[in-house]
């Protein structure tokens, strides 16, 4: 059976891949992924904070050091932040050394600046493309949404500038027009989209009055809203698209190929089942391909798209009043 796709422009054995979890921050790790069949990997991402905050320290402690030598250990380490963005080129490397898959390294910023400079050495250091997470959260009721997604764009333009290999961009779902800003994205140099970026929630302590983290994997059923948008994007648009947020077995990842992915992210999954769980899924879709007389992956990807369903109107508003009255006390 043949699995093979092709993302962003990278020939990829299968549509399995890693999305940017902790399973990747280890070199073992990552061997084990790739042998247990990943086509491709993301790394975690590298944050726009940690980039200035290494740029701080380092000026920091060349301005002490200046007048005396000791006075740089009273400094803070930047290392200690998440991770330098000095051991994250040399994980990398390392990354790419260890395995013959490709390797997508992440940018995870808020604005345009000196910060996308690390776009160029990620890809000096052996990055196949470059997925570019905008976890934007307009706070002031004086930006627009416009505004936001000119931020985004700009943000996406300057990557794609300093460039030459694919970029991604990494959405969420809250922007009033998908396809009109997956349009504008792709003029301003995307290569693909990842759909859907998962805004983790904070929790409040009633007790201690904080604000707290709550982590919570994925479930199956968010992949529907990643299906909707697949399938009104892939119809419209030549970007490469990858699904991430809410697969977890074989008939979820054949669902988002089937409505326009190229890809598809795994995480939740695989923090669950283990690495192993790639080749489960991987057997179980050859089983349900050859069941249904399909030669290849490709023979089904996008056969659900907009532009290719019977009715494209059940990913619209009927979709909406159909589940409204099928509801029975």
Not at 16 to 44: F, H, N, R, Y
Not at 145 to 169: C, F, L, M, N
Not at 264 to 293: C, N, Y
């Amino acid at each position: 059976m043949d699995l093979t796709t092709k993302y962003l422009g990278l020939e990829l054995k299968n549509p399995i891949v890693v999305g940017a979890c902790p399973l990747c921050t280890e070199i073992d790790s990552i061997t084990k992924l790739a042998d247990a069949g990943a086509a491709a990997i993301v790394l975690p991402s590298l944050f726009e904070e940690e980039i200035m905050a290494a740029a701080r320290a380092a000026m920091e402690m060349e301005s002490a050091g200046a007048g005396f030598a000791e006075a740089s250990s009273y400094l803070p380490n930047p290392d200690g932040y998440h991770i330098g963005p000095g051991q994250y080129l040399e994980h990398l490397e390392a990354a790419k050394k260890a395995v013959d898959i490709p390797i997508i390294a992440s940018l995870n910023g808020t604005s345009v600046g000196g910060w996308t400079n690390y776009s160029k050495k990620m890809e000096a250091a052996g990055a196949d493309a470059l997925e570019l997470n905008t976890y934007l959260l307009p706070f002031d009721a004086d930006e627009t949404g416009a505004d936001v997604e000119q931020r985004t764009i700009d943000i996406v333009k300057a990557v794609t500038d300093a460039v030459s290999i694919p970029v991604s961009v990494k959405l969420s779902p809250f922007f009033s027009s998908l396809p009109n800003l997956a349009k504008q994205l792709g003029a301003a140099g995307a290569d693909g989209l990842v759909i859907f970026n998962r805004f983790y929630q904070p929790d409040v302590d009633i007790e201690s009055l904080e604000v707290v983290p709550n982590l919570r994997l994925s479930t199956a059923d968010e992949l529907r809203l990643r299906l909707r948008w697949l399938a009104v994007l892939s119809a419209q648009s030549d970007l490469s698209l990858s699904a991430t947020g809410g697969a977890h077995s074989a008939v979820d990842v054949i669902k988002a190929v089937m409505c326009g992915a190229h890809s598809v992210q795994l995480v939740s999954a695989l923090l669950i089942h283990g690495a192993d769980h790639i080749g489960r899924t991987l057997e179980a879709m050859e089983f349900w391909l050859k069941d249904h007389e399909y030669t290849s992956l490709e023979q089904m990807q996008g056969s659900l798209s907009l532009a290719k369903v019977e009715n494209p109107k059940a990913f619209a508003r009927a979709n909406y009043m159909k589940m409204l009255d099928s509801w029975e006390m």
